[in-house]
């Protein structure tokens, strides 16, 4: 049920069940004009009552007034046609009685109604003809207005200087008078225009201009159609951040006033924001909601539109607009869908490469040492069992094992006897095999891994107290991923034979790591890799 915004309103109602004769024929043809507070249905029963009123009393003023009031509702309701019977009426008449005022009012009412038809050049002949009425009255404010209807014509027809012509003369007008309101319409009027023809930098301009007289005047719905409009041309010019803060707060103040109409258009402008930033499920939301609510609010007009064809004919058009834009962005979600999982598999086929690679590095190294067959494995195997133990995230779990499966690549250039000698090794002898940190980082360092592959190899003897090798890293200066790999390598070196000893075995190894965590290696590590141990990792061909 409508609620009437203005108490005036209710008086008039309330003054009308006790009135006759001409107070009533007045107060039902004030009813009748009352264009922003009363729905166009009950316009139509004032003015029919005023009419009929009119009639009886011989007052054939009165009898125009009404026919412009009822001319106007079918005009809201989107029946143009049967308005324009209606003001031609009023003109006859208000011509017969030699009432200018009254002649004024009924060409532009036939003026407006040629424009909803998209009868422009006939708009524009009613609306010259008003605005020379108007000049002959000398009513300033009603002349700028008609400048402002004459400039909107030229707009739809393209002819853009003479429009602007006529925006600015109007505006020099309301500026004479301080029509603050008025001033801020034309800027937006101004704007469109620049933009038809290209000029974005004055639509900008112009719009803002809007946009302070609204805030100033305090006027929300101004506001919110002008954060609206510049929204709108931010994301015209593909900025579609500055657009976002207009469109939040112009679909907030819609809200607040109950628009659907611009509600509407503001999903439209989010379902284009996200588009741009190819969120295009998010985009595809608020299409969706936005042919839900055009839907709905058709089916409101339904019920009081008179002109049905007409109501057919847009709903048809406009729902197959929606129909193909919000194709448009189901063929972008399912593109973008397929896209990922060509993504995957290409990623798949990627790892496989990669993996292939790093064991045949692995292999190249063991090869030349047969004594650790295997270890790079066993070590790759471990760091990745502490890595998800300790809830790494995926990737850096996969980087904690390509470069633990290739941790000793580095001894490719250590001498194969030196690797393999049975007896304790010499200071210079163990002082090449430490070289092998450094150059597995040379040789790792120019291929393209996804990760810092080559930093970690680098850094697999480091220890935390700054006593490893080569560069006496300590604590954080360590990467993790190295931290972890340097406790797998301990672990699985003391638990394997070598060929100086036998092996100590995985007790001894946890003791020896746990003895020292904290200071040679990272608390959490070690923690992670008794914790796998107890839950019952085992090496693999050890």
């Known amino acids: 049920m409508t609620q009437e915004p203005d108490t005036g309103l209710a008086s008039l109602r309330n003054r009308l069940q006790n009135a006759s004769g001409s107070e009533a024929l007045t107060i039902l043809n004030e009813l009748a004009g009352s264009y922003q507070d009363l729905p166009p249905k009950d316009r139509i029963a004032f003015a029919e009552q005023a009419l009929a009123l009119s009639e009886e009393l011989h007052d054939p003023k009165s009898k125009a007034e009404a026919y412009n009031h009822l001319g106007v509702a079918y005009n809201n309701l989107g029946n143009s046609q049967e308005s324009l019977d209606l003001f031609f009426k009023a003109l006859r008449m208000m011509e017969q009685i030699n009432d200018k005022n009254g002649v004024a009012q009924s060409l532009v009412n036939i003026g407006q109604a040629n424009f909803y038809l998209d009868s422009f050049e006939e708009a524009l002949k009613y609306f010259r003809r008003a605005l020379q009425v108007r000049k002959e009255l000398g009513s300033t404010s009603d002349v700028a207005q008609l400048l402002l209807l004459v400039g909107n014509v030229m707009a739809k027809l393209a002819r853009y200087d003479e429009a602007l012509d006529y925006y600015h003369k109007a505006l020099a007008i309301k500026k004479g008078i301080n029509d603050r309101t008025a001033i801020s319409q034309i800027y937006n009027n101004l704007g469109n225009v620049h933009l038809a023809i290209g000029e974005m930098e004055k639509v900008l301009e112009y719009r803002l201009q809007a946009l302070h007289i609204d805030r100033e005047l305090g006027n929300k719905w101004e506001i919110a159609l002008t954060t609206h409009n510049i929204a709108e041309y931010y994301l015209q010019t593909e900025q579609p951040e500055d657009a976002y803060p207009y469109i939040l707060e112009s679909q907030a103040l819609a809200t607040d006033l109950n628009n ?70 189901e063929q972008k979600v399912s593109d973008l869908a397929q896209s990922k999982r060509d993504l995957e598999v290409s990623m798949s086929k990627l790892q496989s490469a990669l993996t292939g690679t790093t064991r045949a590095l692995a292999d190249m190294v063991e090869t030349r040492d047969p004594y650790t067959a295997g270890h790079q494995r066993r070590v790759a195997s471990l760091s990745r069992a502490i890595a998800k133990a300790m809830g790494l995230p995926k990737k850096q779990v996969e ?26 090794l010499t200071d210079i002898e163990f002082s090449l095999i430490k070289n092998h940190a450094q150059i597995g980082y040379e040789i790792l360092r120019d291929i393209d891994f996804p990760g810092l592959i080559a930093e970690i190899v680098l850094q697999h003897h480091e220890r935390m107290d700054g006593s490893g090798y080569p560069n006496r890293l300590e604590g954080e200066e360590i990467l993790l991923e190295a931290r972890i790999v340097a406790v797998a390598d301990v672990v699985e ?17 946890l003791e020896e790591i746990s003895k020292n965590k904290g200071v040679k290696y990272d608390p959490q590590v070690v923690d992670a890799c008794v914790k796998v141990f107890k839950d019952g990792f085992e090496f693999e061909g050890n």
Do not use: C, W
């Open 399 to 424: 980087d904690v094992h390509i470069a633990a499966t290739i941790h000793d690549i580095g001894k490719i250039n250590v001498p194969a006897e030196i690797l393999s000698y049975s007896r304790q």
């Open 260 to 329: 659907k109409g611009l509600i509407r258009d503001n999903l439209h402008n989010l379902s284009l924001y996200h588009e741009s930033r190819g969120e295009y499920q998010k985009a595809l939301q608020y299409q969706r909601d936005y042919s839900e609510l055009t839907k709905t609010l058709f089916s409101e007009e339904l019920t009081e539109r008179i002109s049905e064809m007409q109501t057919k004919y847009e709903t048809k058009r406009l729902e197959k607009l929606i129909a193909e834009r919000t194709h448009e962005l």
């Open 493 to 509: 070196a003391m638990a394997s034979h070598r060929p100086y000893r036998e092996a100590i075995g995985i007790d001894a190894a």
